[in-house]
């Protein structure tokens, strides 16, 4: 998220931030009423009257069960298009061919969105780039 947008989001005093918490629950008839939630931490559910929620949800990939199988920098992203040569865990190639657009070092695996170096950190960007790649995992399925 951007810094002045954490800054607004701080600052204003009708905003509350719940951290390590998981919604467990949404209520209402054709609105939202009541949400409820779970403190990761506590373990302690509650339910709220609230009619807007706002959820934080990507910015950080969540690849560590990848890590020996794809190559992935430190920050836990792949790194398509040819970039392997960049990461000291990066398992070699195995095709003739390079690498295609959104291709992670293993043949016939894309990633997308905030698992992919580079990205540009919006939704829009991450839906674009997996429409791509479903066009792409057809064209390499063909070829493995």
């Known amino acids: ?14 905003i509350a931030l719940h951290l390590r918490t998981e919604i467990v629950g ?17 373990g302690e559910t509650s339910v709220h009257d ?11 990939p969540r690849t ?3 890590r020996g199988c794809i190559a992935l920098d430190n920050k836990g992203s792949s790194s398509p298009d040819g970039t392997l040569d960049t990461l000291a865990d990066a398992p070699a ?17 894309f990633a997308v969105g ?8 919006r939704v ?5 780039e997996g429409a ?9 399925s063909a070829e493995l």
């Open 26 to 42: 949404l209520e209402g008839d054709t609105r939202l009423g009541r949400v409820t939630w779970q403190d990761k931490t506590s």
């Open 64 to 66: 560590e069960w990848l």
């Open 93 to 109: 190639w195995t095709l003739a061919r390079s690498p295609q657009m959104l291709e992670t070092s293993r043949p016939g695996v």
């Open 124 to 128: 829009a960007s991450a839906v674009g």
């Open 114 to 121: 905030d698992a992919r170096s580079g990205n540009v950190k």
């Open 1 to 14: 998220m951007s810094r002045y947008l954490i800054q607004r989001i701080e600052e204003n005093p009708e």
């Open 50 to 60: 609230i009619r807007h929620v706002f959820i934080m949800a990507g910015a950080s």
């Open 132 to 140: 791509i790649a479903v066009h792409l995992v057809h064209r390499a």
